[in-house]
C-alpha cells in the first residue's frame, strides 16, 4: 500500500473530484470547476485522476496558450485556504514535481489511504482494477514503465502533443464501434480493501457515479465526471462530513452539484494574475 493521509482533526468536510477532463476547448467545465474551488466550504479537496484530458509532461506549463498555467494559478491560489490533493489518472499520469509545485499540491500515490472519521478511506483513480479492458491494460503496462516514459518526455513537446493527440482520436474512434465499457473487478476491489484493512473505497474513472455495497458492509463509491456541454451537463461533488452524535464521532456522505458545496460568497482571487 502506498502513503497514508491522517485527517487533521481541523477538517470537518472534505470533498472529491475526478475526471474533469480540462482542456481549453471546453470553457464550461473549467468555468464551473473554477467556481466551485474558489469557494468551496471543503477542508480538503482530493482529485482522484484525470485533472486534465492530456498531460505529456510538466514542460506543458511553459505552454503560450496559457490554458495548463491558468490551472495551476488557480489551483495554487485556492491552496491557500484549502489543502490539495491530486491523484494521477489514466490521462494525465505523466503529471509530475513540477507541476504540483506550480499547483501548491500534494501527489497521491495510486492506491492510498485516507484516515477519517474513524474509517479507512481506499483511494484510486481505479483504472487499474479494469482488468476486463485487456486492450488497455496491454496499453496501461507499457506506458507506465520507466523506459517509455524516459524515451517520450526525451521527444519534443510538440511531437509529444501531437502523439497524444492521434492517441486521442484512435480512443474515441475505438468508442464509436464498442459502447460496453469495462468496470472496476469487484474481487480485486474486495483484495485491495481486505490487505489495507480499509472500509470504503472511493474512485472514478469508470464514468459510473453510484455506490456498491461489498463485503461486511463495506462499499465502493464511484465519482461523476465533469462534462458541462453534455446533456444534460455533469458534474458532482463527493462530500464527506464529520457529525458528532451522542459523544461518538461518525460521518455522512451526500453527492451534490458543484454549486451546493460552496460558500455564499465568491473568492476574491484571480487565477489569470
Partial sequence: MGMEIDAPSTWKCIDF????????????????????????????VF????????????????????????????LRAVAQRVDLYILCGNRDFLMGPRLMTAC????????????????????????AWCLDDTAYMQFRSQVRSQAWQHSFLGKPLAE??????SMRAQSEARKQTDTTYADVDSATAVLHMDSSDATHIIHGHT??????????????????DWDLAATPPRAEVLRLRRTTADSAESFTVERIPPAMAVSSVRATTNPSN
Avoid at 467545465?29 to 480538503?44: K, N, V
Avoid at 492530456?54 to 506543458?60: P, S
Fill in 207 to 224: 464514468h459510473r457515479p453510484g455506490r456498491h455495497l461489498l463485503n461486511d458492509g463495506c462499499e465502493r463509491l464511484v465519482l461523476s
Fill in 160 to 165: 509529444r502533443m501531437e502523439l497524444a493527440r
Fill in 104 to 127: 501548491g499540491s500534494t501527489r497521491l500515490d495510486d492506491p492510498c489511504i485516507l484516515s477519517f472519521a474513524h474509517q479507512r478511506w481506499l483511494l484510486t483513480h481505479g483504472d
Fill in 17 to 44: 473530484i475526478s475526471d474533469l477532463h480540462l482542456q481549453a476547448s471546453e470553457p464550461l467545465t473549467f468555468q464551473t470547476w473554477s467556481e466551485y474551488l474558489q469557494r468551496t466550504t471543503a477542508d480538503a
Fill in 47 to 74: 482529485i482522484l485522476g484525470d485533472l486534465f484530458e492530456v498531460w505529456v509532461g510538466d514542460d506543458m506549463l511553459s505552454l503560450h496558450s496559457g490554458f495548463e498555467r491558468q490551472c495551476a494559478d488557480l
